[in-house]
């Protein structure tokens, strides 16, 4: 494994990084290197602001250790991980802006955002290849920072009216291949602009025009 400097073409491997000596043009490999102070749960690999895992126990929640205190997180549990349960991940890690939670059993999200009482800082998440089956009103109004929204390939079937209320401008979502056949709510109703849609491998035959009301469709 190799880290890529930035602004460069370089490449250096993984073991001289925060080792004490710059090899990268703009000393990005000496940055934030206190968090390797933080402790990293035994099934992940951490490094700089990520944090990567191969597993995740709910049960053992301290496990984390500081991994949460990250100055910048960026969590990555995809395969066989169990986030089933998944409020006291949210829990743990409050301040994370990205999260790629693929292929890990979760059935369950607009609950648990609802649950957990305060705003996310959140900008970009993939729950592609879960098991998510429906999105309820107001499911991502907590997110005001969310800019990329990952929900393709799960069993999604209906999005209640403002599903998406309260999302950002220039907000991207992919709700491609899941369950859907209508769309006949205002699912995106609220006053800000969609950049990207993708509803392809969904068979939809019934759309009404309002479920676009108040949205700004972007050009390009």
Not at 45 to 74: Q, R
Not at 143 to 167: C, D, G, Q, V, W
Not at 178 to 205: C, M, V
Request: glycine share 4%; hydrophobic share 40%.
């Amino acid at each position: 494994m190799q880290m890529k400097c930035q602004q460069s073409a370089i490449c250096i491997p993984m073991e001289d990084v925060c080792n004490g000596v710059v090899d990268c043009p703009f000393q990005d490999d000496e940055f934030f290197c206190k968090t390797l102070h933080n402790s990293c749960p035994g099934s992940c690999t951490c490094l700089l602001f990520a944090m990567k895992c191969t597993s995740w126990d709910n049960d053992k929640p301290e496990s984390v250790g500081s991994a949460n205190h990250y100055p910048y997180v960026i969590i990555s549990v995809i395969g066989q991980a169990d986030l089933s349960n998944i409020l006291p991940f949210l829990q743990l890690f409050k301040e994370a802006v990205e999260f790629n939670l693929e292929n890990t059993n979760i059935s369950e999200i607009c609950e648990p955002l609802k649950l957990y009482n305060r705003k996310y800082i959140l900008q970009n998440a993939s729950l592609s290849r879960n098991n998510l089956i429906m999105l309820t009103s107001g499911c991502f109004s907590k997110m005001p920072n969310l800019r990329y929204l990952n929900l393709s390939y799960n069993l999604i079937f209906h999005l209640e009216a403002k599903s998406f209320y309260h999302t950002p401008n220039h907000f991207i979502l992919d709700i491609s291949f899941n369950k859907l056949t209508h769309l006949n709510n205002a699912i995106f109703e609220g006053k800000f602009s969609l950049k990207l849609l993708r509803l392809d491998g969904n068979i939809i035959h019934d759309v009404s025009f309002s479920i676009f009301k108040g949205v700004n469709i972007e050009n390009g």
